[in-house]
């Protein structure tokens, strides 16, 4: 076993268990049940509505019976899910828990990457312990709002990209497990868009990137690994 991995585990634990602590602190001192406000309230809505089976619609808006097509389908898809799962708890307390939850996932995420790019633990346990304490992350989770699932996918597809790119040479031969990281990670990066807007300007880009290294690698020659990469 390399001597560095029991080092990560200990630094993504102790990441998980301070950012839980304080996203649950959060949550709790601003009132995980209170009533949802902004964007928060819409997206709420929206998980309500899938989790009833009625669509994806707004019922407390202008068009009730329409599907809505002002917010991105990805987290409430995540809360509907929660909703159906636990349907005995508070649901604005249930959604602001998924937010708080997903926040505090993304900072081990940080933390795994960074210890990834530069290979230390003390540098990416500082990594991740900067984004459990950003008060923008905090503010965002606890108001129930998309930005933590959405900074969650970005960094983990971004972490696997990175791991099955790491170390490829142009010769070498592509593995099982480097293909799935890719295809799993630009899964990941393609599911951004489905949470935020922001996201889709750069699916060309991913794009672009995807081709590049099958070209490089030269898997242009088996159609399978196409596929799985246009699936992702």
Same mark, same amino acid.
């Given at each position: 076993m390399s001597r560095t991995r029991p080092s990560i585990q200990w630094v993504l634990l102790v990441t998980l268990a301070i950012a839980l602590g304080v996203n649950?602190?959060? &949550?709790? $001192?601003?009132? #995980?049940?209170? *009533?949802?406000?902004?964007?928060?309230?819409?997206?709420? /809505?929206?998980?309500?509505?899938?989790? /009833? &089976? /009625?669509?994806?619609?707004?019922?407390? &808006?202008? @068009?009730?019976? /329409? !599907?809505? =097509? *002002?917010? =991105? !389908?990805?987290? !409430?898809?995540l809360v509907a899910g929660a909703l159906k799962l636990a349907p005995a708890l508070p649901p604005t307390a249930l959604m602001r828990g998924v937010c708080l939850l997903t926040n505090a996932l993304c900072a081990c995420a940080v933390g795994w990457l960074t210890w990834l790019l530069f290979g230390r633990g003390a540098v990416a346990l500082l990594a991740g312990l900067i984004y459990c304490f950003h008060p923008m992350g905090l503010s965002c989770a606890a108001e129930g709002l998309s930005e933590p699932l959405f900074?969650?996918?970005?960094? %983990?597809?971004a972490g696997l990209v990175f791991l099955a790119l790491r170390g490829a040479a142009g010769d070498a031969p592509?593995? %099982?497990? $480097?293909?799935?990281?890719?295809?799993? &990670?630009?899964?990941?990066?393609?599911?951004?868009? #489905?949470v935020r807007a922001n996201m889709v300007p750069w699916v060309a880009y991913f794009a672009l990137?995807?081709?590049? @290294?099958? @070209? $490089?690698?030269?898997? +242009?020659? $088996?159609?399978? @690994? +196409?596929?799985?990469?246009?699936?992702?």
């Open positions: 649950v602190a959060v &949550g709790v $001192r601003g009132g #995980i049940g209170h *009533q949802l406000e902004s964007d928060a309230y819409y997206f709420y /809505q929206l998980a309500v509505s899938l989790s /009833q &089976g /009625q669509g994806y619609v707004v019922r407390d &808006g202008f @068009w009730p019976t /329409q !599907p809505s =097509m *002002q917010r =991105m !389908p990805g987290l !409430p898809l900074n969650l996918l970005c960094v %983990t597809g592509v593995g %099982t497990a $480097r293909a799935g990281r890719l295809c799993g &990670g630009f899964l990941l990066l393609g599911l951004c868009s #489905i990137c995807a081709a590049a @290294w099958v @070209w $490089r690698v030269g898997l +242009w020659r $088996r159609p399978a @690994w +196409w596929a799985l990469l246009a699936l992702a």
